[in-house]
Each structure stands twice: as C-alpha cells, then as structure tokens.
C-alpha cells in the first residue's frame, strides 16, 4: 500500500504511515468511492522507496490554480496602450545619460516589457545610436579639414 500524503510504501496492512503519521480510514459499507483528479496521470519516474523492478507510477499535481490566470494579466498589461504621463516619463528617463541607457537596454530586450514600451526603447536607442555615428563623423571631418588652420596659427 502506498500513502497518499508521503507517496511512500509501506506495508499493506498498515493503518497509519510510519513514515509521516498519515491515519487512514477504511471505507464503510455505503460510502462512495473517491478517485483523486489526474488519478491516471503517471509521472515520469519513480516513487521514493519503490523497486526498479516495478516501478509505481505516480500521480502529477494540479497546475497552480493562479499560474493561468497571471499569464493573462500578463498577456494584457503587454499589449495595453501607455498613458501620455508614461510616455513623458520615459522620456525624463531617457535624460539621465547612464541610467536612461541601461533603462532603455534592458526595456528594449525585456520580455515581460509592455510592446509600446519595448518598441519606444528600441527606437530611443536606434537614435543614440545615429546620433553618437553623426557626432563622431563631424569631430572626425572637423578635424581632418581644420588641422592646417591650426598649425597655422598655432607654430
């Protein structure tokens, strides 16, 4: 006989766990039979204590009962349009020149991010990323086309 709380064997005549203290109640003439849910469910390996011989299948729990229903809150409060106060938000954010950065990395490649939210800090970043190219190009020409007038005035 195997205990349904410890999912342990143990002896068949048994009428109380020795290993959890689990008491079992026979069934009484009239009484119905229970068969627990996903009763016919096998898990993949075997139970605690049982011989490789002949392993005991075992029952698989439940899902938890919340796991469905915060995929959804998540699924929803992804797709969800952000407020005006948000967007100005972010966009203060954007301002502080490390934190925005890392801000808008880690919004941009977040998986769990709101899609507007993701999509804002992709483009944020793209134009960072043009802008820093813009810069360095123009320091680069201003530099190349500028140096004799330096050396000119400057000997």
């Known amino acids: 006989m195997i205990c349904p709380k410890c999912s342990r064997e143990m002896g068949s005549d048994a009428s109380v766990c020795p290993y959890c203290g689990f ?79 890392i801000l808008m990395i880690v919004w941009a490649a977040g998986k769990n991010t709101n899609a507007n939210r993701r999509h804002f800090a992709a483009a944020v970043l793209i134009l960072k990323a043009l802008v820093l190219i813009f810069l360095l190009g123009a320091c680069i020409v201003f530099f190349i086309y500028h140096t004799p007038l330096f050396l000119y005035f400057y000997r």
Do not use: H
């Open 23 to 101: 008491t079992f109640q026979t069934p009484k003439q009239g009484d119905e039979t229970y068969t627990a849910p996903y009763a016919s469910t096998p898990f993949s390996s075997t139970m605690p204590g049982a011989s490789y011989s002949s392993p005991t299948p075992r029952q698989v729990p439940p899902p938890p009962p919340y796991q469905a229903s915060y995929q959804a809150f998540i699924n929803q409060t992804q797709n969800e349009p952000l407020s005006i106060g948000q967007y100005i938000g972010m966009i203060l954010l954007t301002c502080i020149p490390v934190v925005g950065l």
